[in-house]
């Protein structure tokens, strides 16, 4: 029989945050609208904490990276959508980008309206879901007890939390848990392990979709060592502490550079992942071959 690939699934979803989520979902931008990205949405750094001060909104930047690495056909639009301001003054810094979404967020009825109207402009055909349409953040707890607040905060942390929660306790965007139980492979990184892949994996809600989902989970390695607490413990670690949050088993299968030698107990594939100019950057072509690999050896074969 036949195994399945990836142009056989008819729901893919890849969770997690910033630069590395964008970078997948480009690699895997044929498969359209059958793939959904759930962003991480608990930044508070940057053009996107000051507009989260200023407005009392989701952390828009992530949503705005990924949309700029969907972009397929580059115009006016798109280049004014990634304009970031320079100059002196109250915009230094601020990203047009993610002004447009505040903007549109006030004037839509959802955060997933003013998402899905920017991905229209720019003819995306990714689903692009924020994980949850409330704001929050992330909360650690050190080691002595004490709380940590906020992803920039946490990132700064020099030992590995005892606790990681959201907080308020917000609802996941209905659209994102629906996508997770129906999902036949799900993506979780690259990316910062505390501050990118976490946060959708503490909501409840997404928790409860996870323990239904008949999807495979593939965890995508990082390229570079990680920067911050999590950098103190192992990648075996880390998964297994995830596991240990959500309180059942997750992953499938590890995909890993080449370079790396973790020891670990999951099924574990190994490719060539770098772009050839920059080292530092999964290949996009590289990388969906790879997660094609993959796909071949975990998912039960077509009938």
């Given at each position: 029989m036949l195994q399945k690939s990836l142009s056989?699934?008819?729901?893919?979803?890849?969770?997690?945050?910033?630069?590395?989520?964008?970078?997948?979902?480009?690699?895997?931008?044929?498969?359209?609208?059958?793939?959904?990205g759930i962003v991480t949405t608990t930044d508070n750094g940057g053009s996107t904490g000051r507009l989260r001060n200023a407005e009392n909104c989701i952390a828009w930047g992530d949503i705005r990276n990924c949309i700029n690495q969907l972009v397929t056909q580059p115009d006016i639009g798109s280049?004014?959508?990634?304009?970031?301001?320079?100059?002196?003054?109250?915009?230094?810094?601020?990203?047009?980008?993610?002004l447009m979404l505040v903007a549109l967020d006030n004037l839509c009825v959802r955060p997933?309206?003013?998402?899905?109207?920017?991905?229209?402009?720019?003819?995306?055909?990714?689903?692009?879901?924020?994980?949850?349409?409330?704001?929050?953040?992330?909360?650690?707890?050190?080691p002595c007890g004490s709380d940590v607040y906020g992803e920039v905060s946490v990132d700064k942390m020099h030992e590995f939390p005892n606790e990681l929660t959201v907080q308020p306790n917000v609802s996941a965007?209905?659209?994102?848990?629906?996508?997770?139980?129906?999902?036949?492979?799900?993506?979780?990184?690259?990316?910062?392990?505390?501050?990118?892949i976490m946060?959708?994996?503490?909501?409840?809600?997404?928790?409860?979709?996870?323990?239904?989902?008949n999807a495979k989970v593939i965890y995508l390695g990082n390229l570079q060592p990680e920067i911050g607490p999590a950098s103190t413990i192992s990648l075996q670690a880390r998964l297994k502490w995830c596991e240990?949050?959500?309180?059942?088993?997750?992953?499938?299968?590890?995909?890993?550079?080449?370079?790396k030698q973790s020891e670990l107990t999951y099924p574990t594939y190994t490719h060539d992942?770098?772009?050839?100019?920059?080292?530092?950057?999964h290949d996009r072509d590289k990388l969906k071959a790879a997660i094609e690999s993959v796909v071949n050896h975990i998912l039960m074969p077509a009938r």
């Open positions: 056989d699934l008819n729901k893919v979803v890849a969770i997690g945050g910033g630069h590395g989520l964008g970078r997948v979902l480009s690699s895997l931008s044929f498969l359209g609208p059958r793939l959904t280049l004014l959508f990634e304009y970031r301001f320079q100059n002196e003054g109250e915009l230094k810094n601020h990203n047009l980008g993610n997933l309206d003013a998402v899905n109207l920017i991905r229209n402009m720019l003819h995306v055909e990714c689903q692009l879901i924020p994980m949850s349409e409330q704001p929050s953040d992330l909360i650690a707890v050190t965007t209905l659209e994102a848990v629906q996508a997770i139980e129906k999902a036949e492979l799900i993506l979780l990184g690259p990316g910062s392990f505390l501050t990118s946060p959708p994996l503490l909501l409840k809600d997404i928790q409860v979709a996870l323990r239904r989902t240990g949050k959500l309180g059942f088993p997750l992953i499938n299968a590890v995909i890993q550079d080449i370079d992942l770098r772009e050839n100019l920059n080292k530092n950057y």
